[in-house]
């Protein structure tokens, strides 16, 4: 068993960071994540691992920093929380444009604009359709517990790597902020210059005489070529798409009627889902762990005995509209949001439940 | 007097100058008589000269020299318009033992990228940034950039720069001087063979200060031509870049060992 500790969900982001061996962390604070790049600093990683961290003058130049040092092979990681990722959205595109391996941590609060500092899930579409120019994607986990916080750093860095792609972890500032016991993972250490070299044979490190130079760069004048290069993007995402889907399903066997909800959302249905199965509702729960690549078929798998489905986000209503997708019109999706940093309560999600889909 | 042939001037004992391996064979796309080209060379050269060849990382901006990593012979990035400083401060802190350098047009650095500019010679970060000011935005067909100087005219002043209502043209070079984090400031040219040479001894002092840990920025603006974007013939160009620009952009040296030059 690994070491047992009480943290908040920003402060297991850092933790973790040392923990998987991570190169750098380049970020800039704002409410409600600071916490991750403070317990960074105060954890002094340099010390005990070597890892660098760095306050950058924006968000603008940490995913750029992100940017350089992910393009010789380092881990390296920024985290921030919505108008801070609003910032990064150019980097991001270049960053998927040159195919570096990074991880990104959104701790998402209300907006649009200034918005608020309470928390929200409406960055979905931003994280999952794109955000940054051009057709490209980055995988996206979407913790529901302080431990997932921790344990989808490693994670997400595994994936990034193996498949050169930025990876972000979209939470919110209920996991981010709230505390619960975690248990940590093994230190796993940096890698040496050698691995380095071995695992990115593609990273800029300095041109020995045994190659040619290796280059970073997303550009491509010659239509087709780039048109070349985004079809090899394109065929990336379909492998990723069919070998990297992560639900969670909770009481789906004999689900007449099913919940789809990701992070905090999912802890507080699931205390919709006890209610309902004591008052004899035969209520499912599917949390989405990888909300891109979503897990579409999953949900569609159910449809044999599932007749209506309540989707709930703090949002106007995001991953509904995937919901809706894979559900292709065969049972009614309906939505249930709050917005502005406001929280449902498990009781507020039944009545709704029992309004648009039992009711009918 | 004796007719001089070609195979006299190749045979290999009458050889004075040779291209550094350090340049590609790749053909320059830049306009003939630009600046880049030979900017890029004497970069290419100091950094074969020092031995340096297998330990630096390039990275090159948006702008003209976009392609830069077409014609430098080391690894190379390529940033976001602007942000090449912060990719540098990305290698160059996980990387400490590595040779970086930025090369970086004046819209590049001194409009879109000021504050990266600004930041990364305020932390002192140990690499070494290469300015090149025309005064233009090259790559974009000739607008106006922040180093425009009054009255000059772009295809976005083409009445000429009015200083009350588009600002005054910016000394980016003056102003990180002034920054506690650099510690080696200059500014040259590269449009004459004795220009070329100052040049080239000042990016050498700029590579010689990262590589033994002088600590802050080493930077060198090189102001130079854009004949394509001024429209006006190569010798033309140079002869107003004289004139214009090097009075408001006075070429030498602004900082040595962490000193202002008084
Ligand atoms: C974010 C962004 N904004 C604008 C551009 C368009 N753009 C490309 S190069 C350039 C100006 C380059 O000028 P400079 O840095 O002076 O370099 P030069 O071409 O003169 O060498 C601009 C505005 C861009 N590529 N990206
Ligand atoms: S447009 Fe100007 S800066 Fe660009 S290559 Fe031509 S002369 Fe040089």
Known sequence: MGELRLMKGNEA????????????????????????????????????????????????????????????????????????????????????????????????????GLGTIQPSQADYFQATKGGGHGDYRMIVLAPASVQEMSDFVKLAFELAFRYRNPAMILSDGVIGQMMEKVEL???????????????????????????????????????????????????????????????????????????????????????????????????????????????????????????????????????????????????????????????????????????????? | MAEIRMEDITRPENLVYKKT??????????????????????????????????????????????????????????????????????IKRTWPNRTVFTYQGDGDLAAIGTAETIHVC????????????????????????PTTLEGMKSSTCPYGRDVQTMGHPLKMTEVVATLPGTFFVSRQAVHTPSAVRKAKKAIRMAFENQRDKKGGISFVEIVSNCNSGWKMRPVDANHWMEQNMFPFFPLGDLKVDGKLVK
């Open chain 1, 13 to 112: 982001i850092g933790e973790a960071a040392i923990r998987a061996g991570v190169d750098a962390y380049f970020g800039y604070p704002i409410t409600p994540q600071s916490e991750v790049i403070e317990y960074l600093m105060a954890e002094k990683p340099y010390e005990r691992t070597g890892m660098v961290v760095l306050q950058a003058e924006s968000e603008v130049a940490s995913i750029n920093m992100v940017y350089g040092a992910a393009a010789t092979g380092k881990k390296v990681m920024t985290s921030s929380s919505s108008p801070g990722v609003s910032l990064m959205m150019e980097g991001v595109s270049y960053i998927a444009g040159a195919e570096l391996p990074c991880v990104l941590v959104n701790v998402v609060r209300g907006g649009p």
């Open chain 1, 185 to 360: 993972f093994d230190p796993l250490p940096r890698w040496t210059e050698e691995q380095i070299t071995k695992l990115s044979p593609w990273a800029t490190t300095g041109k020995p005489s045994t190659r040619e130079r290796n280059i970073i760069t997303s550009l491509d004048l010659r239509p087709h070529v780039q048109e070349q290069r985004n079809i090899k993007l394109q065929n990336k995402y379909a492998i990723i798409q069919e070998k990297e889907v992560r639900c969670e399903k909770i009481a789906c066997d004999d689900a007449e009627y099913l919940i789809v909800a990701y992070g905090s959302s999912a802890r507080i249905a699931q205390k919709t889902l006890d209610i309902a199965r004591a008052q004899g509702i035969k209520l499912g729960l599917l949390r989405a762990i990888t909300l891109w690549p979503f897990p579409s078929k999953q949900i569609h798998e159910l449809l044999d005995h599932v007749k209506g489905i309540l989707t709930v986000e703090l949002s106007a209503g995001q991953m509904v509209e995937d919901v809706r997708l894979a559900v292709e019109g065969k049972v009614n999706v309906a939505f249930y949001g709050r917005m502005g940093g406001m929280i449902y309560t498990p009781e507020e999600i039944l009545d709704v439940l029992k309004a648009k889909i039992i009711g009918e």
């Open chain 2, 21 to 90: 391996p350090l340049m590609t064979d790749n053909i320059l796309s830049y306009c003939p008589g630009c600046g880049h080209g030979t900017a890029h060379r004497i970069i290419m050269e100091v950094v074969e000269e020092l031995g340096l060849q297998e330990n630096t990382i390039g990275v090159c901006p948006v702008g003209c020299s976009v392609l830069a990593y077409d014609f430098m012979n080391v690894d190379m990035q390529q940033a976001a318009h602007g942000r090449a400083p912060a990719l540098a401060t990305g």
């Open chain 2, 122 to 145: 305020n932390r002192g970060e140990n690499f070494t940034m290469i300015f090149i000011n025309n005064g233009i935005y090259g790559m974009t067909g000739g607008q106006m950039a």
